[in-house]
């Protein structure tokens, strides 16, 4: 960020008066831009035991497999965006559910939040953001082409609750900054 989106001068980086973390504060009006955390909606659509999944048309991670997921626009709820983001990546119709995963990605300042869904039914197709949309058997999943550590983990703990019955809430957190 270089310049105040309320005045058009400058910013800077540094800690307010009163916090703790350096923020972009403009240097002419004071204003503090706050840059927090985006927040990314998904969830596992099942239509007769198979999990509806789609193959990046997009980057990042163009031609790896992935659940429908998306950013959270303003406006809506997680489910409805759960749900809009079936629509538009593999132009299905799914039924909401329960809470799946929350995970926090932080290297790169996102929450993502997976949703259980039912496939309401088998017309579905490639949106614009998708290569190609199918129903895939568990035990047929591409763990190996999976997008993001974040899907994978919503993929397995969806089906480790599935064949125990259950329908758990799961946390996890992701930083690859540990990792250098």
Not at 70 to 95: I, P, W, Y
Not at 141 to 152: G, K, L, V
Request: glycine letters at 6%.
């Amino acid at each position: 960020m270089n310049f105040c989106s309320h005045c058009g001068a400058r910013v800077e980086l540094r800690v307010p008066p009163g916090d703790h973390l350096p923020r972009y504060v403009c240097t002419a009006c004071g204003t503090v831009h706050y840059q927090n955390p985006k927040l990314v909606v998904g969830c596992v659509p099942e239509y007769e035991g198979r999990i509806l999944m789609c193959r990046r048309a997009i980057e990042p991670r163009r031609g790896f497999w992935t659940i429908p997921a998306g950013f959270m626009e303003n406006g809506e709820t997680l489910q409805q965006a759960a749900a809009r983001e079936s629509k538009e990546e593999a132009l299905a119709d799914v039924e909401i559910g329960s809470l799946l995963s929350i995970v926090h990605v932080l290297h790169a300042h996102q929450v993502h939040v997976f949703f259980r869904a039912r496939l309401l039914s088998p017309g579905f197709a490639p949106g614009p953001e998708s290569l190609e949309v199918e129903l895939v058997e568990p035990s047929a999943i591409p763990w190996d082409d999976i997008a993001f550590p974040s899907t994978e983990f919503a993929l397995r703990r969806y089906l480790e609750d599935r064949a125990a019955g259950r329908e758990l809430h799961h946390f996890a957190e992701f930083d690859r900054r540990r990792l250098v």
